[in-house]
T-cell receptor, first 114, second 109 residues
Framework: ETGVTQSPTHLIKTRGQQVTLRCSSQ?????VSWYQQALGQGPQFIFQ???????GRGNFPPRFSGLQFPNYSSELNVNALELDDSALYLC?????????????FGPGTRLTVL | SQELEQSPQSLIVQEGKNLTINCTSS?????LYWYKQKYGEGLIFLMM?????EEKSHEKITAKLDEKKQQSSLHITASQPSHAGIYLC?????????FGTGTSLTVIP
């Protein structure tokens, strides 16, 4: 059984650019959630995808968008990057959307916006 | 605004000492999760509590959820350097999941 993986590990972009982050969910999991964690803060929920549909969204602007593929892997896209977007981006997969289902996290992608 | 308040914000203990981290919510919790995070890395699931008064243990870590389901504590017995990291409590609200601000634990050998 493979765990949650994310790519790339680190990324440097400049303000105004666009970025795509990728996440492969744990085997058998059909739900993926994305989080943004600024330095010294707890993770902030961005959105969740369940069976390829957005299933919940936190307080993030529309320039944060996502996709989930038939194999349940997922992408997080951020357009028009701002300096405040610099953070660790975490994805987590779980067995089923909603309910009190345990999430398993990937190692994260560290995004730096200059 | 943070819906889960953790205390203390940081903790430095001598190896072998016991410690407690608290997580408080202003609303009833219907599932409270504890995670551990090494600096700059992903989160590792520790335990999940659902029922009021529930208590779970894993190795030297015990977590409790109070009867009113608004406060949880995480207790580490005989701390070791391997326990160092950031401890986060988390809970669901609808289709969202939110975390506390975290407690940074340093264990001095």
């Amino acid at each position: 059984e493979t765990g949650v993986t994310q790519s790339p590990t680190h990324l440097i972009k400049t303000r105004g650019q666009q970025v795509t982050l990728r996440c492969s969910s744990q085997s058998g999991h059909n739900t993926v959630s994305w989080y943004q964690q600024a330095l010294g803060q707890g993770p902030q929920f961005i959105f969740q995808y369940y069976r390829e549909e957005e299933n919940g969204r936190g307080n993030f602007p529309p320039r944060f968008s996502g996709l989930q593929f038939p194999n349940y892997s997922s992408e997080l896209n951020v357009n028009a990057l701002e300096l405040d977007d610099s953070a660790l981006y975490l994805c987590a997969s779980s067995l089923d959307g909603g309910g009190t289902d345990t999430q398993y996290f990937g190692p994260g992608t560290r995004l730096t916006v200059l | 605004s943070q819906e889960l308040e953790q205390s203390p914000q940081s903790l430095i203990v001598q190896e072998g000492k016991n410690l407690t981290i608290n997580c408080t919510s202003s609303k009833t919790l219907y599932g409270l999760y504890w995670y551990k995070q090494k600096y700059g890395e992903g989160l590792i699931f520790l335990m999940m509590l659902q029922k009021g008064g529930e208590e779970k243990s894993h190795e030297k870590i015990t977590a409790k959820l109070d009867e009113k389901k608004q406060q949880s504590s995480l207790h580490i017995t005989a701390s070791q350097p391997s326990h160092a990291g950031i401890y986060l409590c988390g809970a669901e609200k609808g289709n969202q999941f939110y975390f506390g601000t975290g407690t940074s634990l340093t264990v001095i050998p």
